[in-house]
């Protein structure tokens, strides 16, 4: 059962270029989100997702897209990556169980973006 | 809005010494509560969580927390550090599982 996994899990952009991270769970969560994490700003939301087909704007959406064209599958992806998006980022699935949401989300080991 | 504050970015305790790790929150609706652990280069992982039952919460590691409605605070405690205790610490809120806000994190430091 491997969880959450992200791919890739380090990647170096020069500006202007575009990528997309995936994000992939095996655990039939409903609920997926794409952190960022900045140090001294804690995590940061920028796209969640509620469901398959289902997407929606946190914290910090700009420059960002988000995709979730299957259950199991959120994909993060940056058209025109400017300096400022150099971040560690971390996807996140959330159960419901029976109709109750659980409250825990279940984190990937990251993935470190670095714009130049 | 939500907002969760965390009183110091960085604490220091030696081995065998309390350890307290402050949160402060603020919710529109009745929250749920969360403390979060990352260790280096690792993603989080979840401590323990308030959702309306016992306002004294355990959690995994001999941690716990204590929810104050009147203080609003959700403050963290573990009787006695150990050196595998250092790492990140992260409080978050949430109202209704769709937004989840986190705190800036405060990082454990555990001295021999």
């Known amino acids: 059962n491997a969880g959450v996994t992200q791919t890739p899990k380090f990647r170096v952009l020069k500006t202007g270029q575009s990528m997309t991270l995936l994000c992939a769970q095996d655990m039939n969560h409903e609920y997926m989100y794409w952190y960022r994490q900045d140090p001294g700003m804690g995590l940061r939301l920028i796209h969640y997702?509620?469901?398959?087909?289902?997407?929606a704007k946190g914290e910090v959406p700009d420059g960002y897209n988000v995709s979730r064209l299957k259950k199991q599958n959120f994909l993060l992806g940056l058209e025109s990556a400017a300096p400022s998006q150099t971040s560690v980022y971390f996807c996140?699935?959330?159960?419901?169980?029976?109709?109750?949401?659980?409250?825990?989300?279940?984190f990937g080991e990251g993935s470190r973006l670095t714009v130049l | 809005a939500q907002s969760v504050t965390q009183l110091g970015s960085h604490v220091s305790v030696s081995e065998g010494a309390l350890v307290l790790l402050r949160c402060n929150y603020s919710s529109s609706v009745p929250p749920y509560l969360f403390w979060y652990v990352q260790y280096p280069n690792q993603g989080l992982q979840l401590l323990l969580k308030?959702?309306?039952?016992?306002?004294l919460v355990k959690g995994i590691n001999g941690f716990e927390a204590e929810f104050k409605k009147s203080e609003t605070s959700f403050h963290l405690t573990k009787p006695s550090a150990h050196m595998s205790d250092a790492a990140e610490y992260f409080c978050a809120v949430s109202g209704d599982g769709q937004n989840f806000v986190f705190g800036p994190g405060t990082r454990l430091s555990v001295l021999p």
């Open positions: 997702s509620v469901g398959e087909g289902t997407t």
């Open positions: 308030y959702t309306s039952a016992a306002t």
């Open positions: 996140a699935s959330s159960p419901w169980v029976s109709t109750v949401w659980t409250g825990e989300l279940f």
